[in-house]
């Protein structure tokens, strides 16, 4: 689990592996999804399979193992574009939830949510959350790891120029004076939601990185080099909700390889 630091509370001041996520055999459900998702891209467009050769051609010059039969994602027009100050909400509404797994502190919760009047950014399992005290071990190192998720949707909104290397855990200090020094009025007032193609590149590749990283699980091999599995898995969850991944909600998001 991220340690504490005081780095973090301060700037916010504002005064591990997700368990659940990477181990589990896929439900008939899953299955059922996967099946369908795939019929659909059986045809897909030209800007797709190019959208989908630059993936695999990155992947393979940085020395990761990809596969044809993976299906291009969703197209421009059949992928859903978020309005930016959605992305931004969800973003602020992350990070606070963020913190709580990092802490436990409901009451410094509290007041984050009323200083970015952020009550109604939260997602009804992550509201679900403010009734617990204390929080499970799991429920907090899940909720901690899900800084990856507001970095990629900071880079979404243009706040961010560039996501982190893939083996890299985000700069919580950074993200959390960012925060700090715009507030919600300044993070919606700057926040430019990037090209839907921009969005869906970058779900493309981690798309095809995060098979990588659970065709190793299954095998029993090691990651490919300059891979962190949990952030992969991260920015895998935020950019599927991100395109409106099968139309699920970010409470039940999938990260289907």
């Known amino acids: 689990m991220r340690p504490v630091t005081a780095t973090v509370l301060a700037a916010l001041c504002m005064a591990g592996l997700p368990f659940g996520a990477v181990g589990q055999s896929p439900s008939a459900a ?8 795939e019929a ?3 045809v897909p467009t030209q800007a797709q399979l190019d959208r989908k050769a630059r993936s695999i051609a990155r992947l ?3 020395g990761v193992p990809t596969v044809a039969h993976l299906p291009a994602i969703s197209s421009e027009a059949d992928s859903l574009r978020r309005t930016t100050d959605a992305v931004a909400q969800r973003a602020i509404g992350l990070m606070i939830h963020a913190v709580l797994g990092e802490t436990g502190d409901q009451e410094l919760i509290a007041n984050l949510l009323d200083q ?3 009550h109604d950014f939260l997602t009804p399992a992550e509201r679900a959350l403010l009734d617990v005290d204390p929080l499970s071990q799991r429920q907090r190192t899940d909720a901690a790891w899900r800084y990856e998720g507001v970095e990629v949707l900071l880079w979404a909104v243009g706040l961010l120029d560039d996501l982190s290397p893939a083996d890299t855990i985000t700069d919580v200090p950074a993200l959390a004076t960012l925060f700090r ?4 009025e300044g993070v919606l007032a700057r926040a430019r939601l990037r090209p839907q193609s921009e969005i869906l590149d970058a779900a493309d590749y981690v798309y095809r990185l995060h098979w990588a990283v659970t065709e190793a699980r299954l095998n029993g091999t090691p990651s490919p080099d300059n891979v962190d599995p949990s952030v992969v898995y991260e920015r895998h969850y935020a950019l599927n909700w991100l395109i409106g991944y099968a139309g699920l909600s970010w409470d039940n998001m999938a ?3």
């Open 181 to 184: 020094e715009e507030g919600t």
């Open 60 to 62: 393979q010059a940085e």
């Open 30 to 37: 899953d299955l059922d999804r996967k099946a369908r998702i």
């Open 116 to 118: 970015f009047d952020a």
């Open 40 to 42: 659909t891209a059986a």
């Open 255 to 257: 990260t289907d390889t």
